[in-house]
């Protein structure tokens, strides 16, 4: 799936991907998709939650050794 | 989208494991575009505490206060397992380790985040604070201010 933008945020706990998600995302327009590596375990449910409250389609997620990949597209 | 989401929180505590699970949760709520209130009330307002000794003129009981309470987020102790202060220290090498974020960041990241942080002043009072020692851009208010913010919040929490 083709990124406009990338986030790493490999290695950061909890609050800091959620947060660093919603900053890069106020940079994105409407229907550009945002990339996210992390390896906080407990980032699917966090992002798949804040994409459906703040109105984004979570695209598509996959699991690469230890790194979580997930598609954002900005409502 | 329509008007903002609100998340109120009661920090009453002084501990530092239970700061940061309330700023950890401010944090987030500002994430999910809420507007969060802390309202810091008795040992939760050592958490506003500026880190450095500010002279200020105070009475007998005001200083001995002063003295005993943590000074500033990074001083308080934990709710359980402190054993005399060495809980904290173990507590925030395994925060090291696991890349979690100190209280004092938290607080700075809460404040850039406009997360709205007040102090009870009547707390203040009974405690023998001040402003002066307070960290600065937070706002100063009572149980009403509060209750204002919170009668139409969807989140509300006493830690």
Redesign the interface.
Known sequence: MEANKVLDAK??????P??K??KAMAELESGQVLEIHATDKGAKNDLAA?AK???HELAKHEEESDVLKFWIKKG | ?AEKKKTTIVLFSGDYDKAMAAY?IA??A????HEVTIFHTFWGLNALRKDEDIAIKKGFIEKMFAKMMPRGADKMGLSKMHFAGFGPKMIKDVMKK????SLPQLIE?AQE?DVKLVACTMTMDLLGLQQEELLDNIEYAGVAAYLSDAEDGNVNLFI
Do not use: E, R
């Open positions: 290695g950061l706990a909890c609050p800091m959620i947060i998600t919603k804040w409250s703040g109105g | 989208m950890i944090n987030g500002a994430a999910y575009d696991h890349n979690a974020v990241m985040q």
